[in-house]
């Protein structure tokens, strides 16, 4: 009976730890911003984690460099499951009614792994995500952060999928990139 109170008490512990790391961006999470600066050269970064969009397998990330043009901004799309992104435009946004393409300029889809878990009476199975990079203007993300309704379609070879980015949520992208214009403001 103690013994279940005590893992009751650590499961509860491990939840709460994990809801305010969602809140709070550490390293690793969804949304989480971080920034580094070259020793070999002296280039700042600014990184943001992939952000999931309300209720679906998409997620989004942003990075930005000193070196980069001014207003270009790299967005990493990111789907569950092992899959070959189209050629051609295959990130298409809907924002409030205007059909928004971008082409990837990657020629191939990067498809990693992640490890998953096993602890404390949880199991999460390994799962694959695939990826593609797409340079996009400061100027379309402010856009979409202030839209009133914006869908994102991602072309897939036999497939396609699509979610909400106009939801705000704790892990969702919209917020954090809000976070992201805000960080890449000193970057020179």
């Given at each position: 009976?103690?013994?279940?109170?005590?893992?009751?008490?650590?499961?509860?512990?491990?939840?709460?730890?994990?809801?305010?790391?969602?809140?709070?961006?550490?390293?690793?999470m969804?949304g989480?911003?971080?920034?580094?600066?070259?020793?070999?050269?002296?280039?700042?970064q600014?990184?943001?984690?992939?952000?999931?969009?309300?209720?679906?397998?998409?997620?989004?990330?942003?990075?930005?460099?000193?070196?980069?043009?001014?207003?270009?901004?790299?967005?990493?799309?990111?789907?569950?499951?092992?899959?070959?992104?189209?050629?051609?435009?295959?990130?298409?946004?809907?924002?409030?009614?205007?059909?928004?393409?971008?082409?990837?300029?990657?020629?191939?889809?990067?498809?990693?792994?992640?490890?998953?878990?096993?602890?404390?009476?949880?199991?999460?199975?390994?799962?694959?995500?695939?990826?593609?990079?797409?340079?996009?203007?400061?100027?379309?993300?402010?856009?979409?952060?202030n839209?009133?309704?914006?869908?994102?379609?991602?072309?897939?070879?036999?497939?396609?999928?699509?979610?909400?980015?106009s939801?705000?949520?704790?892990?969702?992208?919209?917020?954090?990139?809000?976070?992201?214009?805000?960080?890449?403001?000193?970057?020179?």
């Open positions: 009976m103690k013994a279940y109170g005590i893992i009751q008490k650590f499961s509860c512990f491990l939840f709460i730890l994990f809801i305010s790391a969602c809140v709070t961006g550490m390293p690793g969804p989480a911003i971080s920034e580094s600066k070259s020793q070999f050269d002296g280039t700042k600014v990184s943001m984690e992939p952000a999931w969009l309300y209720s679906t397998y998409i997620k989004l990330a942003l990075f930005k460099n000193s070196k980069m043009n001014k207003d270009d901004i790299i967005m990493t799309a990111v789907v569950k499951g092992a899959h070959n992104f189209a050629k051609d435009a295959s990130l298409h946004f809907n924002v409030d009614g205007e059909i928004i393409s971008f082409n990837s300029v990657d020629s191939l889809t990067d498809i990693n792994t992640s490890s998953g878990f096993v602890g404390n009476g949880l199991y999460i199975p390994p799962s694959n995500w695939s990826s593609q990079d797409y340079v996009v203007g400061k100027e379309f993300i402010n856009k979409i952060i839209a009133n309704k914006v869908i994102v379609k991602i072309d897939l070879r036999k497939s396609y999928i699509e979610g909400v980015f939801h705000d949520g704790p892990t969702t992208a919209r917020p954090a990139f809000r976070k992201f214009l805000k960080r890449i403001e000193t970057l020179q």
